[in-house]
Nanobody, 124 residues
């Protein structure tokens, strides 16, 4: 079992930045790749970014490339999502998730454990 807790969400103006954190506890953190997803009101959950267990590989949805950066500190059992140049369309609840599969995936079905989410609101 892996327990994930997100933090760092909030209200920010367009063009601003936020850094989300995903703190993990439970099973060995390096057994899992970690992804960030988001869900806006009335929309389906959307993949944002993922990072491999050894930090060597990252994967982003096109809409956030160049603006968001995913990273992880395995010593701290934490994954981060640095979000810069935020846009109103980035407004959503952001979730982190852990996958025990080899490789990085944008399909939420490949993820085994999920956090409770943190709200990000970007005002125009």
């Amino acid at each position: 079992q892996v327990h994930l807790v997100e933090s760092g969400g909030g209200l920010v103006q367009a063009g601003g930045s936020l850094r989300l954190s995903c703190a993990a506890s439970g099973r060995t953190f390096t057994d899992y790749s970690v992804g960030w997803f988001r869900q806006a009101p009335g929309k389906e959950r959307e993949f944002v970014a993922a990072i491999s267990w050894n930090v060597e590989t990252t994967y982003y949805v096109d809409s956030v490339k160049g603006r968001f950066t995913i990273s992880r500190d395995n010593n701290q059992n934490t994954v981060y999502l640095q979000m810069n140049s935020l846009k109103p369309e980035d407004t959503a609840v952001y979730y982190c998730a852990a996958s025990g599969l080899t490789g990085l995936y944008s399909d939420s079905q490949h993820y085994d454990y999920w956090g409770q989410g943190t709200q990000v609101t970007v005002s125009s």
